[in-house]
């Protein structure tokens, strides 16, 4: 689905209250990173998403923060393929299951954050129900604060840590036309939307 996620402050079963997650760390982030942040999904390294077996190719995936706080954060997504205008922006909710991991609804789709470096903008989530691409080892993406993919430290570690079959979207030509998206409380995504971005 769409792009980011969140958190809280210990780990399951609440043993160590000093524990701050990969997760914990992106709430962080996202709680700081301000309404004007645009979020991009810059790289790849898992077979896109069902469009792909249709021969269509996700080229843009933007989003922005609606709200957010210690355990769940609303993110306002659009996504463009190839030939085909931006769908209509939609409200992605994320939850937090870990301090280390999330959900996404309305879909519940679950993730894990790897990785997440406020200085370059930039996060790495890895999704569990996507297949990898080549010979990548983990199904992830890479998300900036930023439309362009030339932090240093956060693409050694996506290649480190999800291997090096990827695929670079959300570039300056892929987002072309491609508004920053705005949400209304009833921008619902529908279910061919959902399994896109």
């Given amino acids: ?39 991009y999904t810059i790289k790849r390294s898992y077979e896109s998403n069902s469009l792909a077996a249709q021969g269509e190719t996700v080229t843009c995936v933007k989003a922005t923060v609606i709200s957010a706080n210690e355990s769940a954060a609303q993110l306002c997504t659009t996504f463009k ?26 879909v519940s789709q679950r993730m894990t954050v790897q990785y997440v470096n406020e200085k370059e903008k930039c996060l790495i989530v890895q999704h569990m129900k996507k297949e990898t691409r080549g010979a990548s080892t983990r199904s992830c993406d890479m998300v900036r604060a930023s439309i362009d993919a030339t932090g240093r430290e956060c693409n050694k570690e996506f290649s480190e840590l999800c291997g090096l079959s990827t695929r670079e979207i959300s ?25 896109q971005a």
Avoid: H, R, W
């Fill in 171 to 195: 570039t300056t030509g892929g987002c072309t036309g491609v508004l920053t998206p705005q949400c209304t409380e009833t921008s619902e995504p529908t279910s061919s939307d959902n399994e």
């Fill in 1 to 39: 689905c769409a792009i980011l996620a969140t958190q809280t402050s210990s780990p399951a079963g609440g043993s160590d209250d000093g524990y701050e997650g990969k997760a914990d760390q992106l709430f962080e982030y996202l709680q700081t990173s301000g309404k004007d942040a645009v979020f």
């Fill in 81 to 106: 393929t190839v030939d085909k205008d931006a769908v209509k922006p939609f409200v992605a909710t994320y939850i937090k299951t870990g301090p280390e991991t999330m959900e996404v609804e309305p």
